[in-house]
Nanobody
Framework: QVQLVESGGGLVQPGGSLRLSCAAS????????MYWYRQAPGKERALVASITTGGSTNYGDSVKGRFTISMDNAKNTVYLQMSSLKSEDTGVYYC???????????????WGQGTQVTVSS
């Protein structure tokens, strides 16, 4: 099994910054990629950003130029630096990891419990 623990959420004013972290632990043979999703009130969960262990990144249109995803491969930890935050960035942010748990099995998707980000004055 693999556990993902997110941290760094909170209340921030519009225009402010926040940094989220997500640490993966457990039976990790090979980490493939890590993702941040956001679920705003009354809306479906949507992709915010993704990163592969090779360093390739992808961003949702609404956060391009404001958010930066990065990963510490040695620590199996992904970060999301959020800047110029807007009220529409409010939501629960979930970490997702695609992991191979041993050399004989395929890839499995794991989710964290989520961390609340509220952007409000």
């Amino acid at each position: 099994q693999v556990q993902l623990v997110e941290s760094g959420g909170g209340l921030v004013q519009p225009g402010g910054s926040l940094r989220l972290s997500c640490a993966a632990s457990g039976s990790i043979f090979s980490m493939k990629a890590m993702y941040w999703y956001r679920q705003a009130p009354g809306k479906e969960r949507a992709l915010v950003a993704s990163i592969t262990t090779g360093g390739s990144t992808n961003y949702g249109d609404s956060v391009k130029g404001r958010f930066t995803i990065s990963m510490d491969n040695a620590k199996n930890t992904v970060y999301l630096q959020m800047s110029s935050l807007k009220s529409e960035d409010t939501g629960v942010y979930y970490c997702n990891a695609i992991v191979q748990t041993d050399r004989y099995t395929g890839q499995t998707s794991y989710w964290g419990q989520g961390t609340q980000v509220t952007v409000s004055s």
